[in-house]
């Protein structure tokens, strides 16, 4: 039922009234706003699922992800259900919505990163959307490949097997799924095996501990990162094929490697080289060198290079032959002398000078041993001034703003003094940037108020978020090897015509773009452009992208012809009439929804895995659909029938809200989710229930009330482990006329009453509560004079409570889109919230038996709609709202249940058995004599006529669950509870232990306050087990 909880303790002990709490995490924020969607009993399981939610581990896969989400959904109640959104939109996306409908959480997925997003804050983390193959099935080569990764497992020192059992299901997944790129990062590797699979053209061994790589490369290999390691050598031989090569932050001291002619990209940085390789490829375009120990550059360069950076190094002066062949040149933190410096300056600065850009501030490095104290002053100078610089900054705040300066200080003094190259700025409500010194690798400034970025960015950065500001103009240069520009949430217009050449992801979602530049980089790999005006794209785009997403545009046609190695292609929600013929060939997720389709190409890429053309006027599909196909979202068209042979290996199809008439009467084996709402259907195949073991949403079709009986009796049978079938009884019928609220108050009231709803019918809802009205005279319990008597007491008492009007209101939203049962079942709420309501107001302050004996009702409820729920899961053939009226409705009169009536209109296809129904009588009379006393010392409403008739108590509760944590008690009890957690491997174990302690510790307080409280006012006996005799019979 609604608005009837107990308070359980927060996740967070911080949270606890009289400790401190400077941060609060975001599933507290979360679960704030959603408490109440959970019976009490499924607290504690709906904060652990949220925990996990918020919190996901590095790499977690993307069904765990959305298993917690459907878990957190089963957690509910029916009537909050619909609020917990798996794949919204049919693509990676997950959202929790609140009461008024508002986001509350919402969860991105794309191919390797999950974003959260909640009010105050977002995080992004790693994830992995691949899930491993089977060994079993793997071809005779990839068998000799097992042989040789089960003797790198045999092979690896104790506390490293399990690390290399991941690298190897990784690298199983490659070879299953002929994946080109595989990422080893992350794994704390000693060492790789000596044969990886040979296909691949990208190898990712990011932060393991690698002291050198394999000598046997694949062949094909174009991209390496084996950054962040403890290389000494790198390889004797690299592939002739290879391109991009980043050996960053590890311990070469010199590459003697020959380097392949078609590289064009190379990071040596963060070594200790004291020269360049040679000799470097001719075609080399981009070199980054910084933090080293080099002491001279070459004279000749390759002539094609664009990009070179030798920051932090120990040159003295750079050779003039280097300054006329490439783009620019960052030599920043080095030792050059005077007259090198002179020199250059006088170069760069001549009239007709032509040559790169040239940055070689005399900022000199940190030096060690006896060359320390030669560069102590030039050190000290720049840090002088650079101190200087953020004074003035600080102190120019504008007056009386919320900016947070002196925080984003301490963060640049930490960076400095530590050494760091990621400086983090977001949410200070900052309006303008500090100085910022070189060096800076990554700048998070997402979540202030910035409407312009300076225009001398460091050179040296790579990685820049600027999301959820204000911009509204970009600079015109940007740091030229900048990778990951992200400008989401911001208000520009334009973006710059040259953006960085070496860019790899851009997102601009959320702006006011009304067109992309022309030529955008070459090395582009995901572009996100989503919620803008662009009525066109460029007709070529970069031909690496791997994920173009244009949600919420104004496009019109997608050019003739996309790259060839896209993947991910998102354009809903534009004006798109029609699909070029030529879709790429390795596309794989497909998302066209909300467009103006009136046809698909009758050849879609065979590779295509998900496919999302929802709310389009389609009027039919291509007869032939890709055979990798694993979900197919068709809803919302105007289809009056589905191929009549589908993918074999199709697991969910959505085909909600068309035309069909019938369904093809074979459907794949393996469906898992069948949703046919919404139709004219008047049967379901035969193969639903002999083939099928699918979850199958039927609601809004015309099947009759004899054709569920049918189905139930097949369903029902004791064998049956067939499909299950999720409908109402709702009938489809024209659109309900819903008439002014001061008329549908009309046929309760006298006329002069009803007039008063005249001043409500502009408030929230007003609309949504006038149907319910409408429909409510309509149900079974209108023809009882004393219902009709009780719904106009209740329209009486609303039209003089605001705050009870808007509760009532907000409450019968969607309460006429089922059937009959679903207007009596959301009446029974509004009796619920009402009892509450007069609770918390204090209406029972002095009549505290009466208050016990309302609470016993809810305490029934909750335990009615606990038993609903676990019926509704074991159930094959299933409308919610009947199973749970049915309880209600059949229990009613043993449980004396005041805020329930006495009839319903479709029983029979509850599926309740008279034995159900004398388990669920036994089962409530049990909890209730084992567990009311507990449960209405932590009701919530209790608490609060607590709070106003004896404050002193109240004040004493808080005061001692403060005190918990501190005492003794707990800690030799969290101890206990620590060691017997893991002895059963039970996940979080600590999580687990301090609110399990906790809870147990402040039972045992709310238990003894309130029956001291009660017994002083000789009503203690009223918690008293009240059934009486043998219930175990």
């Known amino acids: 039922m609604f608005n009837i909880r107990t308070t359980q303790p927060s996740v967070s002990m911080q949270a606890i009234a009289g400790t401190a709490a400077p941060v609060v995490s975001p599933e507290e924020i979360i679960w704030k706003k959603i408490q109440f969607f959970f019976p009490p009993e499924n607290y504690e399981e709906a904060q652990r699922c949220l925990a996990e939610l918020c919190h996901p581990p590095r790499g977690a896969l993307l069904d765990h992800i959305g298993s917690w989400f459907k878990h957190l959904k089963a957690l509910t109640f029916p009537a909050w259900e619909d609020n917990i959104q798996c794949n919204r939109e049919g693509i990676y996306q997950f959202c929790i919505l609140g009461a008024d409908s508002k986001e509350v959480l919402v969860v991105g997925i794309d191919s390797q990163h999950c974003t959260l997003e909640w009010e105050g804050g977002t995080v992004t983390c790693s994830v992995d959307t691949q899930q491993a193959g089977d060994v079993g099935a793997m071809p005779l080569e990839n068998r000799e490949y097992e042989a040789i990764w089960t003797a790198w497992i045999n092979d690896a020192p104790p506390e490293e097997v399990e690390k290399r059992s991941k690298a190897v299901e990784r690298m199983r997944e490659c070879l299953q799924y002929h994946c080109l790129i595989l990422d080893l990062s992350d794994l704390q590797l000693t060492a790789l095996p000596d044969h990886l699979p040979e296909h691949i053209t990208f190898l990712a061994v990011i932060n393991n501990r690698l002291t050198k790589l394999p000598d046997t490369l694949p062949g094909g290999l174009q991209q390496l990162n084996a950054s962040h390691n403890q290389l000494t050598r790198i390889a004797t031989e690299l592939p002739g094929g290879l391109q991009r090569l980043d050996v960053s932050h590890n311990k070469l001291i010199h590459i003697s490697v020959p380097l392949p002619e078609s590289m064009d990209d190379l990071n040596i940085s963060h070594n200790e080289l004291s020269r360049l390789p040679s000799p470097l490829p001719h075609g080399l375009r981009q070199l980054e060198a910084s933090n080293n120990r080099l002491t001279m550059v070459p004279d000749i360069l390759p002539s094609a290079l664009e990009w070179l950076d030798v920051n932090d190094n120990l040159l003295t002066d750079l050779p003039e032959t280097i300054l006329g062949n490439f783009g620019a040149i960052t030599a920043i933190n080095n030792l050059f002398t005077e007259q090198a410096i002179q020199r250059l300056q006088a170069i760069i600065s001549a009239p007709d000078y032509r040559g790169p850009q040239v940055d070689f501030s005399v900022t000199q490095p940190s030096v060690s041993g006896e060359n320390r104290s030669v560069h102590t002053g030039s050190l000290q100078q720049r840090a002088e001034m650079y101190e200087a610089m953020w004074t003035v900054w600080e102190h120019d705040a504008p007056p009386g703003n919320k900016e947070r300066r002196e925080k984003a200080l301490q963060q640049l003094r930490a960076l400095k003094k530590s050494g760091e190259s990621r400086l983090d700025l977001h949410d200070l409500d900052l309006t303008s940037l500090p100085p910022l010194p070189d060096g800076i690798t990554e700048l998070n400034v997402r979540g202030n108020s910035l409407s312009a970025l300076p225009d001398n960015l460091p050179a040296s950065l790579e990685i820049l978020d600027v999301s959820y500001n204000e911009l509204s103009i970009m600079p015109e240069r940007l740091p030229a090897g900048l990778r990951e520009l992200t400008l989401h949430k911001n208000t520009l217009t334009k973006l710059p015509e040259d953006l960085p050449q070496g860019l790899e992801v851009l997102n601009v979602s959320k702006n006011k773009l009304t067109r992309l530049p022309e030529t955008l980089p070459e090395k582009l790999r995901k572009l996100y452009v989503d919620e803008n005006s662009i009525t066109d794209l460029p007709a070529t785009l970069p031909p690496g992208l791997k994920e173009l997403h244009v949600k919420s545009n104004r496009l019109k046609a997608l050019p003739d012809i996309l790259p060839n190695g896209l993947k991910k292609l998102f354009v809903a929600f534009n004006d798109l009439t029609h699909l070029p013929e030529r879709l790429p060939s390795r596309l794989k997720e497909l998302n066209v929804s909300s467009n103006q389709l009136t046809t698909l190409p009758e050849t879609l890429p065979s590779g295509l895995k998900e496919l999302n053309v929802s709310g389009n006027p389609l009027t039919a599909l291509p007869e032939i659909l890709p055979s990798g196909l694993k979900e197919l979202n068709v809803s919302v068209n105007q289809l009056t029938a589905l191929p009549e042979t589908l993918p074999s290996g199709l697991k969910e199809l959505n085909a909600s809200d068309n035309q069909l008439t019938t369904l093809p009467e074979a459907l794949p084996s393996g469906l898992e989710t069948l949703n046919v709402e919404s139709n004219p259907l008047t049967t379901l195949p035969e193969c639903i229930v002999s083939d099928l073991h699918a979850t199958i949403f039927a609601d809004g079709n015309r099947l009759s009330e004899r054709a569920m009986q049918r189905l139930q009796e097949l369903m029902s049978a004791d064998d049956y482990e067939g499909s299950r079938v999720v409908f109402s009884m709702r009938r489809p019928s024209a659109t309900r006329t819903i008439q002014p609220l001061h008329q549908a108050v009309r046929n309760w009231l006298p006329f002069h009453e009803a007039e008063k709803w005249r001043a409500f019918e502009t ?74 309501y007069d609770i918390e107001k204090g209406d029972f302050d002095s009549r505290l038996s009466e208050l016990i004996t309302l609470g016993r009702e809810v305490f029934r409820l909750q335990q009615i709609e606990q038993i609903a729920q676990e019926k509704v899961r074991r159930m094959y053939l299933v409308d919610p709202i009947e199973v749970f009226l049915g309880y209600q409705n059949c229990l009613r009169d043993v449980f004396e249940l005041k805020t329930v009536t006495k009839e319903m209109r479709f029983f029979k296809v509850s599926g309740l058995t008279r034995t159900d129904l004398q388990q669920a009588e036994e089962r409530i009379k049990k909890a209730e004599n084992a567990s009311f006393r507990q449960w209405f010392a932590r009701w919530d409403p209790w608490h609060k006529v607590l709070e106003r008739i004896v404050p002193e108590v109240w004040n004493d509760i808080k005061e001692r669950r403060a005190d918990i944590l501190e005492s003794d008690e707990y800690k030799q009890r969290f101890r206990e509870i620590v060691k017997s957690l893991k002895d059963s491997g039970v996940q979080d174990v600590e999580l687990s232990a301090q609110m399990g302690v906790f809870e147990e510790m402040d039972n045992r307080l709310l238990k003894s306050v309130t029956e001291k409280v009660l017994g002083e006012k000789g009503l203690e006996q009223l918690l008293n087990a009240p059934w009486k005799g043998n219930l175990e019979q």
Request: net charge negative.
């Open 763 to 836: 408030n929230t809802n007003a609309e949504a509560f006038s149907g319910f009205l409408d429909y409510l005279l309509e149900t079974q319990n209108a023809k009882n004079p004393g219902f009709m008597a009780e719904v106009s007491a209740l329209l009486m008492r609303l039209a003089d409570d605001d705050a009870l009007r808007e509760k009532a209101f907000a409450i019968t939203i969607e309460a006429t889109e089922r059937c009959e049962d679903r207007v009596t079942y959301t009446y029974h709420s509004i009796q619920c919230a009402l009892l509450i």
